[in-house]
């Protein structure tokens, strides 16, 4: 009788760790995702949509310009959210460029914007100074609460969502929001992921930020299908914007980006510098979809296929943007990711 109470006991023991032990792998199970706390964030009392940062990219132009228009007519009750309205380079949309001396979009690095204008600093660097102390300083608590910058492509991207670092949890839950909602066009993300003070784009100056490229448009040119995604897709924005500084939680989950890994350029003559090659038929207007070590990346001018020669199969983007010739870049490669974001609710004032 001993030997058998004993047994039973060793039995329920056994018994009592094996539950455990499954009960903490079903907690810890890797494959599942994993339960982030819930943030408490500061409101978004502010934003701001800038559009013409490129002078030749006509769609965020048009928007905001209509926007100022209704905003005009309606006065606060225009939306939820106080906006500020920007065109942020009226030089070089006057002259329909994308800049008059130097790109815009690339001059606002801490580095740049701590550095002392002169009277031969190039119109955009002067502008990039001002556009901070209007919408910053940058890295500031006086900065907008969240800036969005609008921009067109000429490649194939429907809407991209760019923004700087995975913890940026605004941006991260309006692409989720403009996913789900959007369902006539692609919707998709990419970090370039790198430190704020190295940010060098717009988006950059304000607490959020993010920047919103839809194409494919020629540059110089509105189509009305691109503008209407683009004013879809900022709608959408306002509305999560006002959501979120209502105090409801907004449910967090897993969401796909893609994370910038290298550029890519045309082949050139070593002597020249000229290219002897454009993107290959095969590869044109598939932005986003997966490049697999063999596929067509080239084709030359003599006839001759250029493949794609690394290991690592990667999402190419960008894909023959007009504005990035200038630039030594074909096409952007990237990995695709997954990330778990938590969800998130607005501080009570």
Known sequence: MRDLFIDTQMALMLATLLFLRNRCLEKFNPQRPLQMELLTLPALHRMAI?????????????????????????GDKAWPVPIV????????????????????????????????????????????????????????????????????TTSNMGVTLISYAPNEWISLHIYKYLKMKMTSVPVRLFMVNIPINEAYSLESVGKNGFSLEVGPQPHGVLRADTYNYMKEAI??????????????????????????????????????????????????????????????????????????KEEDSLYPFFINECAYYEKGIAFHLARKTTLNIPSVKAQKD
């Open 235 to 308: 709608e959408l924005a306002i509305e999560w914007v006002s959501l979120f500084n209502s105090g409801a939680v907004i449910e967090g989950g897993e969401v796909e980006t893609h994370m910038f890994h290298k550029s890519i350029d045309y082949p050139r003559d070593p002597e020249s510098n000229q290219m002897t090659a454009a993107i290959h038929p095969q590869l044109q207007d598939q932005d986003f979809c997966c490049l697999k070590p063999g596929d067509p990346m080239f084709l030359s001018f003599s006839g001759e296929t250029v493949c794609y």
């Open 85 to 152: 309205l920007v065109l942020s380079n009226p030089r070089a949309m006057k002259e329909c460029r994308r800049y008059t001396e130097t790109d815009l979009n690339r001059c606002f690095t801490s580095s740049i914007l701590s550095t002392p204008i002169s009277g031969s600093s190039p119109y955009e660097v002067r502008r990039a100074h001002e556009l901070n102390a209007l919408l910053g300083p940058k890295d500031s608590k006086e900065a907008i609460d969240i800036l969005c910058d609008l921009h067109n």
């Open 50 to 74: 800038c559009g013409g940062t490129h002078g030749n990219e006509m769609t965020g132009v048009y928007l905001v310009q209509e926007m100022a228009r209704r905003q005009k007519e309606l």
